[in-house]
Structures are given as C-alpha cells and as structure tokens.
C-alpha cells in the first residue's frame, strides 16, 4: 500500500511548490535566467543523490545506459516550466492554470496511449472527458 501511496505524495507535494514556486517567479527576470539557476540545483541534487542512493555505480556507466528520451525529456520539462511561468505572468491565476492545464493533458493522454500504447477508452473515460470540459467550462468564465 505505502509503494502506491507515496509517489503520488511526492508529485502532489512537489506540484504544489512547484506552482507557488513559478508564480512567484519575479517578473523582472528572464524566464530562462531563472531556469537556468532551476536546472543548476536539480543538476546538483540528482548527482548528490545519485552517489549516495546508488553506492558502487559508476555514473558514467549508468549514462551510457540511456537512450533518447533522456535528452527530449530535457528540453520537454523546459517547455513545462516555461509554460507555467509564462501562463502566471500573462495573468493565469494558480487554482486555474494548473487544473486546466492538467484537466487538458488528462484528456490528450487517454487520446495519446489510445493511439499509441492500444490502451482502450472506456465509456467511463469517455464520461469523464465531457464532465472535464464542463469544468474547464464552468472554472474559466
């Protein structure tokens, strides 16, 4: 039970800071300064907690281990966070900015593994979806 419970604890948690943390970006500054400064300290905390999570390893063995979607996910979380920083500063309020946003990526996702993973799309997914767009409805007017 507690292996299903506290990744989604870590992403709510994180998601959370991660919003108070991007609205409060100052506006004064380039957005890519500041995720510059953003990905110095995640660069510095993932090789720290590498070498103390992974003892024996060798982080050089462990690069050559990876493929392309390392590199995409690099520049796909730079979009993410420029997205919401950009959405905050065009004038975006916190409690609607994430739920659309993840209201729509919700839906595109059960789109995207319907196409590309075969997974199916139930009728209670189907129900949902139009429920999802009555709330991006009602939240935004």
Aim: charged letters at 10%.
């Amino acid at each position: 039970m507690w292996n299903m419970f506290y990744p989604i604890a870590i992403i709510v948690i994180s998601n959370i800071l991660y919003n108070v943390c991007t609205k409060s970006t100052p506006k004064e500054v380039n957005a890519f300064a500041a995720l510059t400064i953003t990905y110095f300290i995640a660069a510095a905390v993932s090789f720290i907690t590498f070498f103390i999570s992974a003892k024996g390893k060798n982080l050089i063995t462990e690069f050559t281990k990876t493929n392309w979607t390392t590199f995409v996910l690099g520049l796909v979380i730079v979009g993410l966070e420029l997205g919401y920083i950009l959405a905050f500063r065009n004038g975006w309020a916190m409690n609607t900015a994430s739920v659309t946003a993840n209201i729509t990526l919700a839906v595109a996702l059960i789109i995207v593994a319907a196409l590309f993973y075969k997974e199916s799309i139930t009728l209670k997914q189907i129900a949902g979806i139009v429920l999802c767009g009555g709330g991006l409805v009602l939240i935004n007017i």
